[in-house]
């Protein structure tokens, strides 16, 4: 029986010595290297190959921060409350259609038929507030008007559509066609008011800027919809019992438009500004102008109210050129549309 050491002695006798050893050797490294190319994982990490391929790691969208798709515009808008500020114009002057509607202690005049009380059903917010006031200028917002807080302190974070028409009264609007209406026949007062009206416009060039930006300061993720103002004359005939000719009438609607454009390069230029700063929300504008075409004052269907007349007081009141019920429903459906349609870019 031949035993190990037979076996090495034969070895050491065709090798010799030093054959011998380096044998042991050449043994020795494949001992320890045939079990590392077995092991997938040992021959990766020995030899960097035959490493298995990484898989493709699952991403999934933050259901907040990042969503799988972007929202909608009228998505954004009801993320948090919607809330209707501003003038006459936005609580609802003229359209008056109940009882509480004629409070006379209800200084800010805030009517059941204002776009504000549409605009809030259409949608599902998840919370409203009307804070417009009959009489407000911009100055009016920011600091409060009739004794009621200022209507930019009713916004905050969680306002995620602010609604506002703001810069007929800063302008004074109601003096220019009061100027128009209280004035001898043929005479041309009414039409030589441009210098006024052109400070005024000026003024409002540098305080509507601030506003908006206080407000988006306030709410900055909200969607700001600003409305300019509808045109009250159809500029073909004379109207009855207010003393403007139809020259006139295209003077004041000039008047009216001179002003949509500057509420509009106002708010253009407040959206570019959030766009600068990769920020939130944005400020958006509805052009009004031509809302009531065909039913301005004096046609058969009319949704602007025509000049009434307090013969107690001897004033004009305070309805007198602002929307009818169905004008402020016709004001409603922009609002609705523009919430639905959205800026025209994506929304942070």
Known sequence: MTGPSTWMGRVRNRLGERGL???VLAGLVLAAVVPLVALPAARCEVFGAGCPRPRPQEVRADPVAAPGKPLAPA???VRGSYVALGDSYSSGVGAE?????QNPLAACHRTSKAYYNEVSKAFPFKDTSFFACSGATTADVRNGRHG???QLGRIGAGT???TMSVGGNDIGFSRIIAACVVKLPWSR???????????????LRRTLPVLIDQVHARAPRARIVLMGYPKAFSEVRGTDGDNISVDEQQWLNARTYDLGQLIRQAAAEADQRIVARHGQG??????AYSAFAGHEV????????????NLAALEAEPRSYHPTVRGQHALAGLFIDQIKKGPGRAVL
Do not use: H, K
């Not at 004096?298 to 007349?309: E, F, H, Q």
């Open 21 to 23: 050893a380096a044998a």
């Open 75 to 77: 998505e954004i808008a």
């Open 97 to 101: 259609a109940t009882v509480g509607d």
């Open 148 to 150: 009621e807080p200022a």
């Open 160 to 162: 995620s559509l602010v």
């Open 189 to 203: 007062s009414c039409t030589r008011q441009g210098e006024p009206i052109a400070q005024r416009m000026a003024d």
């Open 282 to 287: 944005s400020v958006e504008f509805i052009d």
């Open 298 to 309: 004096g046609s058969a269907d009319p949704y602007m109210n025509g000049l009434t007349v």
